[in-house]
C-alpha cells in the first residue's frame, strides 16, 4: 500500500531524513519509534506532501501510494484522492469552533456521505456526541485528541497517520486512546503510529521501525522489537 524508498529529507540546508526505506501493507499498524528529533515526525510529514515550511523538502528517494509516486501530489488530494489523513501531533482542533463545526469541516471531501461518518465517530467517541454544540476550546485534553481523531475520520481515510495520539494524556486515557485504534484496525483500517510511548505502541503494532537522527537503526515485528536488549535499553527503559 504505502512504500518509501531511500527517502531524504530537509529543512532548507538541514537534512532531516537519510535515506530512510520502509513500507506499511494494507490493514497494519506500523509504529515509529524513536528519540526527540530522529525524525519521526518528519516523516509523517512528508508522506502527506504539506508545503515548505511545514514539510521538509524531498531532496532523493520515493514514496509510492498502491505502485505510484506521490512526490509530486499535492496535500489536498493526499487526502480528498489517496484518502491517507495525518492527525498531527499537539491536535491542531480549531478552538473557537465547536465540536459540531470542526468535524463537519473536515467532511469536505466526501459531503455526501458527513452524516453517517459523523453517526460513526461518535459511535466510536460517544463523548464528542455529548458535546457537538461546546467550543472545542473547552474540551479536556483526552476529549480534544479523541476531536482530532474523529476529525480525521471524518475524510474516510483509508490509512490514518497519527503524531504522538497519547501526548500529554493520563494513563487511562492513553490506553483508552489505544484500544480505540487497535479496534479501529480491526475495522479495516491501516494506521502508521509516530508515538513516544514505545512499549506501549509496540504492543499494539504489527510491526515497527526504530529511527536515530534521521535513519532507520532496527525494524521488525512489534514483539520482536519489545524483546530486543538493545530496544529495551535505549527505548523501554532497559526492563
Not at 495525518?86 to 452524516?115: C, H, K, M, Y
Request: hydrophobic share 40%; aromatic share 4%; with cysteine.
Amino acid at each position: 500500500m504505502l512504500s518509501v524508498t531511500n527517502l531524504k529529507a530537509a529543512y532548507g540546508k538541514i537534512e532531516a531524513l537519510h535515506g530512510i526505506s520502509f513500507h506499511v501493507e494494507r490493514g497494519e499498524i506500523v509504529t515509529l519509534i524513536g528519540s526527540n528529533g530522529a525524525g519521526k515526525s518528519t516523516t509523517l510529514k512528508a508522506l502527506m506532501r504539506l508545503k515548505p515550511p511545514e514539510s521538509p523538502i524531498v531532496t532523493d528517494g520515493d514514496i509510492l501510494f498502491n505502485g505510484e509516486s506521490i512526490l509530486n501530489t499535492e496535500a489536498h488530494n493526499v487526502v480528498g484522492k489517496l484518502r491517507m489523513t495525518l492527525v498531527p501531533e499537539g491536535r491542531q482542533i480549531f478552538g473557537n469552533l465547536t465540536v459540531l463545526e470542526n468535524l463537519t469541516l473536515a467532511s469536505w471531501s466526501n459531503p455526501g456521505d458527513s452524516r453517517r461518518d459523523l453517526d460513526h465517530v461518535c459511535g466510536i467517541f460517544p463523548r464528542l456526541a455529548e458535546r457537538m454544540k461546546q467550543r472545542s476550546d473547552t474540551l479536556s485534553g483526552g476529549e480534544q485528541q479523541m476531536l482530532a481523531v474523529g476529525r480525521a475520520l471524518m475524510s474516510k481515510c483509508s490509512e490514518l497517520l497519527l503524531d504522538e495520539p497519547t501526548m500529554g494524556l493520563a494513563a487511562l486515557l492513553m490506553y483508552e486512546m489505544f484500544r480505540t485504534l487497535k479496534k479501529l484496525n480491526e475495522e479495516g483500517l491501516t494506521i502508521v503510529v509516530v508515538e513516544q510511548n514505545a512499549r506501549l505502541a509496540l504492543n499494539m503494532a504489527d510491526r515497527g521501525y526504530v529511527l536515530d537522527t534521521g535513519e532507520i537503526v532496527a525494524e521488525g515485528t512489534g514483539a520482536d522489537l519489545l524483546r530486543s536488549p538493545e530496544i529495551k535499553a535505549a527505548y523501554l527503559g532497559g526492563a
